[in-house]
């Protein structure tokens, strides 16, 4: 029943009259919905790069670390001493039914050299686990095989640093790298995965096979010695199963009685790091709730000028129920300049949002990700932001007596 | 049928412990097609009369019929609903919305009727012609003169077909001979299309272009009288 386009031009009208005041009044909605937006694009962007390191760490996952040795009534801390064995390793796959795979690792820095360039990066000793755990994926020629680990191959794999770093251009598949002076083939290139959420480089890597960082790169002081043991749940329910299981297999195996205590240890790795994302996602709701104050002071700024407006405008509101306009025409008149206010002032807000969220990436390097739907749901909410403050004055502007109104000076 | 029907009408004010009574026991029958003035000095309740007869105000006591409908028992949007349909007022103030066009003035009463865009247009460019402010309809209200605005706002009165115009010392911001035009226009009106015109006023000089005229004082009817208006004569059907 109401003309929606006519209301509109109406409203706009009356919002040109005064031009200053309606822009400070938009002003209000404009920080108000540009600060969520930005607050809500540097949460997300922190939460996403978080939740990509996880799953660039790999998911489900469990690692098994050498625990405190007490010898002769002296306690030495976590990994004072290696306990884990390949065997271990073996084992928790063979016998634990929540334990999807495993990789054992050994290995630290060393010197690669290919040609005349060299470089310093970390080795690691390990098996064909290694890539499913790690959820990693290769780029160029094979995975480690068994057959490699059974005859301790010199075969490597290299991370994407790694290659960078000594080839250039040249393409490294079946070219010879020496570590430690010993030649390796290169036999398959790494996908590249980034920073870790340590903020480690993880492509600066090279696996080689366990058996051969034990014989021939790193020594060890027993047979079959690793450094740890990195497990993958079969699923996130799966981990506290995994755990238990992995434990009462090592206990037994390392024949600890029941008031020993362990000479390893166990952590959840993804436990560890769903708290961080947890953390950052409320920070992100955190910073979006102090943005949304201002949303709402820059509401009352509207239901401020909506009611000065209502009292200098008294006398037209006379003349339109003089001539017929029912409490709804009043009210949706004054409504919809709210709305106007608040969805003018919303867009102009969307795009300072986003301009400020490129220019906080850019000054302070964050990460921030504008969602189409913050942006949406910050117009939306600007646009109820309007409904809701401008309803009072236009309420109390479609109460007036109309006598009383068209006497009004 | 009676177009207008005041019932032993009474309207108290209460002031804090003070009831003013503004219009004690009024009866008054006004049929269609008739040129009627309401004259009386500030005070003596022909405003609050004028207020109960356009809906804008309920009486206290007493019944008011509008085309045979009790208006006491109406709720503020049906009485919105008559002032929109039956009524057309014109004031002493013109009262004209500022910054909108002469047409979109006109076209408001249209506007809260609900009628369609184009036909709320037909009519509005129709109305200003009757009134002779053909081709003024894209001017603003403080771009026309005082007689302009008045004519403005008595095409707005018509643009709905109410049967009653209801004004309210239209020419009291008006020179002499701008008055004049302005009240043969509402002669016009109301024998053209016989519109029932009535007219608050207190210069006698202006109740001389109505048939009849009734007189306010303290509150009560004093006076009720049949005159041949200027410019025509005695309508013989109202005669006596």
């Known amino acids: ?409 | 049928m009676k177009l207008i029907e005041a019932r032993e009408v009474t309207k108290v004010y209460s002031l804090g412990d003070i009831d003013v009574r503004a219009l004690e026991k009024v009866s008054v029958t006004i049929e269609k097609g008739e040129f009627l003035s309401i004259m009386g000095p500030s005070g003596s309740g022909k405003s609050t009369f004028m207020n109960i007869i356009g809906c804008l105000d309920k009486p206290t006591d007493g019944q008011y019929l509008l085309e045979g409908v009790d208006v006491g028992s109406l709720s503020r949007d049906d009485l919105a609903a008559i002032r929109n349909q039956k009524i057309g007022f014109v004031f002493q103030g013109f009262n004209l919305l500022p910054r909108t066009s002469a047409l979109e003035n006109v076209e408001l009463p249209l506007l809260y009727n609900s009628v369609p865009v184009k036909e709320r247009e037909e009519r509005a460019v129709r109305a200003l012609k009757i009134v002779g402010l053909e081709g003024r309809g894209r001017h603003h209200p403080n771009q026309l003169s005082g007689g302009q605005q008045q004519r403005v706002a008595i095409a707005r009165a018509i643009v709905n077909d109410a049967p009653i115009i209801l004004a309210d010392e239209p020419t009291g911001n008006l020179d002499t001979k701008t008055s004049q035009e302005i009240m043969e226009l509402f002669q016009k009106l109301n024998s053209d299309s016989a519109i029932t015109v009535i007219l608050v006023t207190h210069e006698a000089d202006i109740a001389t272009y109505s048939r009849r005229v009734i007189r306010f004082l303290d509150g009560h009817l004093v006076s009720d009288e049949q005159q041949g208006s200027r410019g025509e004569p005695l309508n013989p059907s109202v005669r006596g």
């Not at chain 1, 002296?74 to 634990?96: H, K, V, W, Y």
């Not at chain 1, 014989?215 to 749940?233: D, E, H, Q, S």
């Not at chain 1, 090592?250 to 790091?273: C, G, K, P, V, W």
């Not at chain 1, 300072?352 to 302070?364: L, P, Q, R, W």
């Open chain 1, 1 to 409: 029943m109401i003309d929606i386009p006519w209301t509109t031009r109406i409203a706009l009208r009356a919002l040109r009259v005064n031009k200053m005041r309606s822009a400070l009044t938009m002003l209000g909605i404009i920080i108000g919905v540009g600060a969520v937006i930005a607050m809500l694009a540097v949460g997300t962007g922190a939460s996403r790069q978080i939740a990509e390191q996880i799953s660039s760490m790999g998911s489900n996952l469990l690692i098994v670390m050498p625990g405190s040795v007490t010898s002769g009534g002296l306690r030495m801390g976590f990994g004072s001493q290696s306990t884990l064995t390949l065997d271990d390793a073996d084992a928790i796959l063979r016998e634990c039914p929540a334990v999807q795979d495993v990789a054992p690792s050994l290995g630290g820095a060393a010197q690669v050299v290919y040609g005349n360039l060299n470089w310093s990066t970390n080795v690691q000793g390990t098996t064909s686990g290694i890539l499913v755990v790690r959820d990693w994926a290769i780029a160029q020629g094979r995975p480690m095989t068994d057959e490699d680990i059974r005859s301790s191959a010199k075969v490597a794999l290299l991370g994407q640093t790694v290659v960078e770093n000594l080839f250039g251009g040249i393409n490294p598949l079946d070219q010879m790298i020496r570590i430690k002076k010993i030649p390796f083939k290169v036999v398959g290139v790494l996908d590249s995965k980034g920073q870790s959420v340590m903020g480690q480089d993880q492509d600066d890597v090279i696996y080689v096979p366990v058996t051969t960082a034990q014989k021939k790169l790193f020594g060890t002081a027993f047979p079959g010695m690793v450094r740890n043991i990195t497990v993958k749940a079969r699923s996130m329910d799966d981990l506290d199963p995994a755990e238990k299981q992995i434990k009462e297999l090592l206990r037994q195996r390392h024949r600890i009685s029941a008031r020993q205590d362990e000479d390893f240890s166990i952590r959840n790795l993804t436990q560890m790091m769903q708290v961080t994302e947890q953390s950052t996602k409320v920070m992100t709701l955190l910073l979006g709730a102090i943005a949304s104050v201002s949303l709402l002071v820059g509401g009352i700024g509207i239901m401020n000028i909506m009611l000065v407006s209502v009292t200098e405008r008294t006398r037209e509101i006379g003349i339109r129920m003089a001539i017929g306009a029912k409490t709804w025409d009043i009210r949706l008149q004054f409504i919809m300049e709210a709305i106007i206010l608040s969805l003018i002032g919303g867009s102009i807000g969307i795009i300072v949002g986003f301009s400020s969220s490129e220019v906080i990436s850019m000054v302070a390097g964050w990460r921030t990700i504008v969602s189409l739907p913050s942006a949406l749901i910050a117009f939306v909410f600007s646009g109820m932001v309007g409904i809701f403050f401008g309803f009072y004055p236009a309420h109390k502007a479609s109460l007036l007596n109309p006598i009383d109104a068209l006497r009004y000076e």
